[in-house]
């Protein structure tokens, strides 16, 4: 006599991804803003809400232009709480003289190539946030809707990056506030 086997279903759950299909729409820009008139709700504020760690070599790189003194750059692997895999593309810049900014430059590029979601971050910082060898610690950025694409394309937002180093290696951790115009997910029902 033959027995029964019993089968147990179960489902595994699924990171939230922007449904890409409309990317190519462009709501308007202006009318959103991450510091509205009226304050925001907790759902939007938490809809906003944008953090990325990424880990990768740190290298020398020559300035760009006479007010830059030295420039390094970063790219590496790492996550954010709106991508699962991604890679950091950045540069940034040290002044040339004690009353300059720092200044510089990142992408931050998911990993599945079927959204094509790039978050283009411009970075600018105090010249005395610095380490004892005269590396950036502490930038702030704003979001570049030239570089940026995807669901990211129209966004406006801004927060802070700080960068640790070890040795030949750093990490960047990204905090700060996203608002996308919601036109390149139609499914999105948080």
Known sequence: MRQRRRITLSVDGMEPRELLSAAGLHAAASSITTDPA??????EVARRAFSGRFAGPVVAIPPRTT???RGL???GPGSTNQSLHGT???VYFTPAGPSGELSGAATLAD????????VGLDLAGSAGDVDRFGRPTRLTWTMNNNTSNGPYADAQG???LAIRYQGGTALAVFNGSIDTTGVTDPTRTR
Do not use: C, E, K
């Open 158 to 160: 801004s927060g802070t």
């Open 88 to 90: 950091l593309q950045m």
């Open 67 to 69: 007010d830059q003194a």
């Open 111 to 118: 990993r599945n190539v079927n959204n094509g979601a790039v």
């Open 38 to 43: 009226p304050p925001a709700t907790r759902h």
């Open 73 to 75: 750059a970063l790219i």
